[in-house]
Nanobody, 119 residues
Framework: QVQLVESGGGLVQPGGSLRLSCVAS????????MGWYRQAPGKEREWVAT??????KYADSVKGRFTISRDNAKSTIYLQMNTLKPEDTAVYYC??????????????WGQGTLVTVSS
């Protein structure tokens, strides 16, 4: 069974930076994509960024400020967040989409890490 564990959240002032990490453990046949989502208080979960097949994509709200990267040797993805704004405050979730050894589609979520941007 695949598990994702996020870390790196915390309190930061507007304009500051944080780097989130997500470590994957367990056995999986293939990973199609890994990414980050977030859910602000009182709002629905929204997509932030994806890393897939060597390419990356970002939501317009974070483009130019956030960078997603992967270290396949460490089974880890990162989200470098710069120039943070109060509206970036949310619980950030790591997401993995792939296939099991049985050929079944898998989608796995981490437990989330809280990012608070406030002075």
């Amino acid at each position: 069974q695949v598990q994702l564990v996020e870390s790196g959240g915390g309190l930061v002032q507007p304009g500051g930076s944080l780097r989130l990490s997500c470590v994957a453990s367990g056995s999986i046949f293939s990973i199609n994509a890994m990414g980050w989502y977030r859910q602000a208080p009182g709002k629905e979960r929204e997509w932030v960024a994806t890393s897939s097949g060597g390419s990356t994509k970002y939501a317009d709200s974070v483009k130019g400020r956030f960078t997603i990267s992967r270290d396949n040797a460490k089974s880890t993805i990162y989200l470098q967040m710069n120039t943070l704004k109060p509206e970036d405050t949310a619980v950030y979730y790591c997401n993995l989409k792939g296939n099991s050894w049985k050929g079944e589609y898998l989608e796995v979520w981490g437990q989330g890490t809280l990012v608070t941007v406030s002075s």
